[in-house]
């Protein structure tokens, strides 16, 4: 457990969420674990997956949107031949067939169609709302609701194994925007070769810049907590704004931009990260001359930071 009366530091947790586990149960679990007085994820995995669930600690939590417009990285096992109602293993069979003909060329043919800018259709099983109302709160009471199609970007998507037989498994891994629901994509996919599908499993692998292989169990960080070591387990706050373009303000710029105004661009360092010019409609990061990030301002006429989000200044014991 931290130490009582010791401060969390604002910034990120990538965590690795077991099955089983509810978003929700996981950042309760942190914010315990932390001692953080504000914590929320940012973007929700169903129970069932396990993978990257990135939790937004302190002031981060106003950050959490330059996490959740970030592509994700998933591996996931799409079964034909069944059809759920939650269109993943946790659902009521509502549909059979043998898939024993489907094979591997069919299943790669049929991917290439939801390859780019597709419309999807959100799961009645989700936590979307609908006139107020989770949409899954209504599917348990035996609802059903139209659900508008919206546009999703699936930068890639390959099989990777084919496992034949009555009930064929396919291996995938996809890369997408954020608001793709790949329960969707299973039960198009069958829909594709003519066959009922769920998603059997899912792992997510990556959210932006989070990565799987650098996450952390809930144990793990349980460990480093009883230790007094669980700063080292909170990403920086600026984790997500490793591509947006950054501005350093001198102490009376710093303090202008605190109150909300708008402030001159610092003189030569109005260029990308990538040293390309930044456009009248970027934003940037501004930070102090501690390295202290300070928010995100929008560039007008060029060369003035209008303070989009601004960050209080944090305390320290």
């Known amino acids: 457990m931290t130490l009582p009366g010791r401060r969390t530091s604002s910034g990120y947790v990538n965590l690795l969420k077991s099955p089983g586990v509810t978003s929700h149960g996981a950042v309760a679990s942190v914010r315990r674990i932390t001692g953080a007085t504000k914590a929320g994820h940012a973007g929700a995995l169903d129970p069932a997956a396990a993978g990257v669930l990135v939790v937004a600690l302190e002031q981060a939590t106003r950050l959490t949107s330059y996490v959740t417009a970030a592509a994700k990285s998933y591996r996931a096992e799409v079964t034909f031949g069944v059809a759920t109602d939650t269109l993943d293993a946790q659902g009521r069979v509502t549909a059979r067939a043998s898939a024993a003909a489907l094979t591997a060329d069919r299943v790669c043919t049929a991917l290439e169609r939801f390859r780019g800018r597709v419309a999807q259709t959100p799961p009645m099983h989700s936590a979307l709302r609908r006139r107020g109302k989770r949409l899954y709160r209504l599917a348990r009471a035996g609802k059903t609701v139209d659900r508008p199609p919206r546009w999703v970007v699936i930068e890639s998507l390959a099989l990777l194994r084919f496992s034949p037989g009555e009930h064929p498994r396919a291996l995938i891994d996809a890369t997408c925007s954020g608001g793709t629901y790949l329960r969707s994509l299973a039960a198009d996919l069958g829909a594709a070769v003519g066959l009922p599908a769920h998603l059997s499993f899912l792992v997510r692998?990556?959210?932006?810049?989070?990565?799987?292989?650098?996450?952390?169990?809930?144990?793990?960080?349980?460990?480093?907590?009883?230790?007094?070591?669980?700063?080292?387990?909170?990403?920086?706050?600026d984790a997500p704004l490793a591509s947006m373009p950054r501005v350093v303000l001198n102490p009376e710029q710093r303090a202008a931009v605190r109150c909300g105004q708008a402030v001159a661009a610092p003189r030569g360092q109005m260029a990308a990260a990538e040293g390309t010019e930044v456009a009248t409609t970027d934003e940037v990061a501004m930070y102090d001359e501690s390295g202290a990030l300070l928010g995100i301002a929008r560039i007008e006429d060029r060369d003035i930071l209008r303070p989009r989000l601004v960050l209080m200044k944090e305390q320290r014991d």
């Open 205 to 237: 692998t990556r959210v932006g810049s989070f990565q799987l292989l650098e996450s952390t169990t809930l144990d793990e960080l349980a460990a480093r907590a009883a230790a007094d070591d669980v700063a080292s387990a909170i990403l920086p706050l």
